[in-house]
């Protein structure tokens, strides 16, 4: 299997770079000694994700992603990751940055957690934000 997807559901949206992006993906996979099975991103619009919160999480609130982890073995990735592009565009907006970074962190995110780390805490977001910087940097430098 060992792949990478991505959709969009209620919204029409393709990464820029898909391959590239993928050859990250798989790359941080690696590097967090985990082996891919399937990884499906989902790109959507705010109710889209907002209803899923409600349904899965019963949550009412907005978010730029929900993860859900569907491997069945320890050390393997197999899962879907829905992410929000209208939350992307507007945390882009409001922390002054480009669109394609804060995606790619999101991205990201979404792998940190299937990789087993969490951001509940103040302990646990400060290690998962390091962890996203070095993802970060691990893609720049492939440019």
Request: net charge negative.
């Amino acid at each position: 299997m060992a792949a990478i997807e991505f959709f969009s559901q209620d919204i029409s949206f393709k990464p820029s770079k898909p391959l590239k992006t993928k050859r990250w993906i798989k790359a941080v996979i690696q590097r967090e000694k985990f082996r891919l099975r399937q990884l499906n991103y989902i790109f959507c619009s705010d109710d889209y994700l907002l209803q899923i919160n409600k349904q899965y999480l019963q949550h009412n609130t907005l978010t730029d992603i929900i993860t859900f982890d569907d491997s069945e073995a320890p050390g393997e990735i197999e899962g879907d990751v829905f992410i929000s592009i209208e939350r992307v565009e507007a945390n882009a907006l409001a922390l002054g940055i480009d669109f394609d970074e804060e995606l790619h962190r999101v991205i990201i995110h979404g792998v940190l957690h299937l990789s087993g780390y969490g951001d509940k805490t103040a302990k646990d977001k400060s290690l998962m934000r390091k962890k996203e910087d070095a993802c970060l940097s691990l893609r720049s430098k492939s440019e």
